[in-house]
């Protein structure tokens, strides 16, 4: 509706303010004017980086619930697998935690069925 405003705009409306609020009180309204669209463009400001704050916090939410989702389904599929190896023995990791001290010669990575 208001296209830019050019250099003779300008000149009409400041003289029309020089008339209605005189030379002394023209300074200040400016400064009233200048601090009050500083303020504005604060608020502005904190309300858009609150609004980015929330959205990243709820896409963090999402991916916690993704994650613990996935990992409820590896945990499921390692039970699966589990009960599948059921009847074939255990495999425990080799190293000193299980009695092989590397003296035996086999290996001892996979227990043997009672």
């Given at each position: ?42 608020a ?31 945990s ?16 425990e ?22």
């Amino acid at each position: 509706m208001f296209g830019s405003i050019g250099g003779f705009e300008m000149l009409v409306l400041m003289a029309i303010g020089l008339l209605v609020f005189g030379p002394r009180k023209l300074p200040e309204i400016g400064r009233t004017l200048g601090k009050a669209l500083v303020e504005f463009r604060k608020a502005g400001m904190e309300l858009k980086n609150s609004i980015e704050r929330e959205v990243n916090l709820e896409e963090l939410n999402e991916l916690k619930e993704s994650g613990r989702a996935v990992g409820r389904e590896v945990s499921a599929g390692i039970d699966s697998v589990k009960q599948g190896l059921g009847g074939l023995g255990t495999v425990e990791p080799p190293g000193p935690a299980n009695g092989a001290e590397g003296g035996d010669g086999g290996g001892g990575d996979v227990a043997k069925k009672d």
